[in-house]
């Protein structure tokens, strides 16, 4: 990123914040861990709100979860980026006077958002019925591995192991047959977002009712809903072609969809959509495609895929990707190179979106990634740099107690 580019997403971050934040004037308490949790309270920073992060004396888990790339060793890559503008407090909760003053805090919040296993609060005499008797306002949030009233609400879970259990990693394998788990959270980043959106649909009844409520979310459950469409499919499937939904994609009624050869490299490319198909013919100038009985129509074009990938990557041969990816995208087809993280941060599309900022001045000065949503009325509000550990603790406690 350019120092012209950096400086004006400073800028337009830094930006005077007015009171037309919808959480400005509202406490929350963050009680969470890693991603998921954390990620919700930082869109309620981004909405105004006061989040007060509450860390145990060693500090959260994505606090110790360092780049292990050389010169980067500070780097805390899980934390950095979902702790704008958050205050820390430390506290003991296995010590009783800490638990004391967590209770004190709690009646001066709107939101209590934690992420321990099932009945730990409870033990503690902190648990969302108590909580909400001292402050019936109060909207207590809580994020679990699994749902129900069972016993796999009790098991513990992070991203991966939901990720495989709840079959998002059916198609994926390495050569040998091992699961490829992708790099990215995608099930605590969904889920995240997912519990920002309870969090504020509760405080929305609240201003309406009067009164606050209990929300659940869990990263199964939000695992499953990102694959409503196949396992939905699933549902209808009977068990002799239980075995033909495993290619994914492949088994729907997509194609062309996905990456093809081009004459450098890898393109991806998605024209399924009748209007699409015929737009890329005439981009490929094959318009002898859509004559072609095996790619009449959608249904055809899923049922001879090598076929159909073979014909397109004649004619995909003879340019490099970055040619295919703007005659594509002038012709209104849906084309991308496959960027590494590398190539993402160098891109026309990430500068342009201003997905960078820098938070904070001087040592404290960090770059971060901005929460996707973006507001005409009000700026984000979260433009202080991560806290250190404990950095809030007499700030915040002082105040409850005067």
């Not at 990263?219 to 196949?230: C, E, K, W």
């Not at 594509?328 to 590398?342: D, E, H, I, K, Y």
Request: aromatic residues 4%; glycine residues 8%; contains cysteine.
């Amino acid at each position: 990123m350019t120092a012209a580019v950096t400086a004006a997403v400073t800028a337009a971050v830094t930006a005077d914040v007015t009171d037309r934040r919808p959480m400005a004037g509202m406490r929350v308490l963050d009680l969470t861990s890693n991603v998921a949790g954390p990620l919700a309270c930082q869109v309620l920073v981004d909405l105004g709100a006061e989040v007060v992060k509450i860390e145990p004396p060693t500090g959260e888990a994505g606090r110790n979860i360092r780049s292990t790339i050389p010169g980067q060793e500070d780097l805390r890559p899980y934390f950095l980026p979902h702790h704008r503008g958050k205050k820390s407090v430390v506290l003991d909760l296995r010590n009783d006077e800490d638990v004391a003053r967590l209770l004190a805090l709690a009646d001066t919040a709107d939101v209590f958002v934690q992420g321990f296993r099932p009945g730990v609060l409870d033990r503690l005499g902190l648990g969302a019925d108590v909580l909400r008797r001292r402050n019936p306002r109060l909207v207590h949030a809580s994020l679990s591995a699994f749902s129900g009233a069972g016993d796999q609400h009790l098991r513990p879970g992070i991203d991966a192991l939901i990720q495989a259990e709840s079959g998002l990693l059916t198609g994926l394998s390495r050569p040998d047959g091992a699961p490829l788990l992708p790099a990215p959270t995608v099930v605590d980043a969904c889920s995240g977002h997912v519990l920002a959106q309870a969090v504020l649909a509760a405080l929305l009844a609240r201003e309406r009712h009067g009164e606050g409520d209990v929300v659940e979310v869990a990263l199964y459950d939000v695992a499953v809903s990102m694959q409503a469409p196949h396992i939905t499919r699933q549902l209808h499937t009977a068990p002799e072609h239980t075995h033909l939904t495993e290619t994914g994609r492949a088994s729907m009624a997509v194609a062309p969809s996905g990456p093809f050869r081009a004459a450098d490299g890898w393109l991806m490319l998605f024209a399924y959509v009748p209007k699409h198909w015929n737009l890329l013919a005439d981009a490929l100038g094959r318009p002898d495609l859509r004559e072609d009985p095996r790619f009449a129509d959608q249904l055809e074009r899923s049922r001879h895929p090598a076929d159909l990938a073979a014909a397109l990557e004649e004619t995909l041969a003879a340019r490099t990707v970055a040619d295919w990816v703007e005659i594509l995208t002038a012709a209104g087809v849906m084309a991308s190179p496959v960027r590494t993280w590398g190539s993402v941060i160098g891109s026309a599309a990430f500068a342009e979106a201003e997905l960078a900022v820098t938070v904070g001045e001087g040592d404290r000065a960090e770059l971060a990634i901005r929460t996707p949503a973006r507001y005409r009325g009000f700026t984000p509000a979260g433009v202080a740099p991560t806290p250190r550990l404990g950095e809030h603790t007499d700030e915040v406690l002082g105040a409850v107690r005067s």
